[in-house]
């Protein structure tokens, strides 16, 4: 499947929907708001919820080459993807910084707070932080 029509939507899909890095993911799953919002399957008290496992494997995902996923790798991806696509039509009005919305969200690699990553090939988040954003048209010498 990574190599047919279907994985490469879903890859880029994936990394369209979750816009937290491996890093900040990771450091994010070890706050207390990151533990105590989502669901948690049914007879599972005090267990993991199913977003906080989630977001264990997307570190995995982030982190592995994309020929090394399998089958299974994408039918998580494409479940990240539906989650995101679901939950962010159900924002939330006003300041979402500190809602349990947000917390899930963010479980699932995605913060909606956050700008998305820049398109690989292009300028990092960072420089368009420091720069801003490039001009449509590039103008060379000459021209």
């Not at 450091?27 to 993991?48: C, P």
């Not at 592995?64 to 990240?80: F, I, N, P, T």
């Not at 962010?88 to 947000?102: H, I, L």
């Amino acid at each position: 499947m990574s190599r047919s029509e279907g994985g490469r939507d879903t890859y880029q899909e994936f990394t369209d929907a979750v816009n937290m890095r491996p890093g900040e993911l990771r450091t994010w799953l070890a706050t207390d708001e990151s533990k105590h919002v989502g669901w948690r399957r049914k007879g599972s008290q005090g267990a993991e919820s199913v977003g906080h496992e989630s977001g264990r494997k997307i570190i995995e995902l982030l982190r592995r080459k994309r020929g090394d996923l399998s089958a299974a790798d994408y039918q998580h991806m494409r479940k990240v993807v539906g989650y995101v696509r679901r939950h962010m039509a159900q924002r939330p009005s006003g300041d979402v910084r500190a809602t349990r919305w947000r917390y899930s969200l963010m479980n699932w690699g995605h913060d909606p707070v956050k700008a998305p990553l820049p398109p690989p090939g292009g300028p990092s988040r960072k420089a368009l932080q420091r720069h801003g954003a490039p001009p449509k048209e590039r103008r060379g010498p000459g021209r």
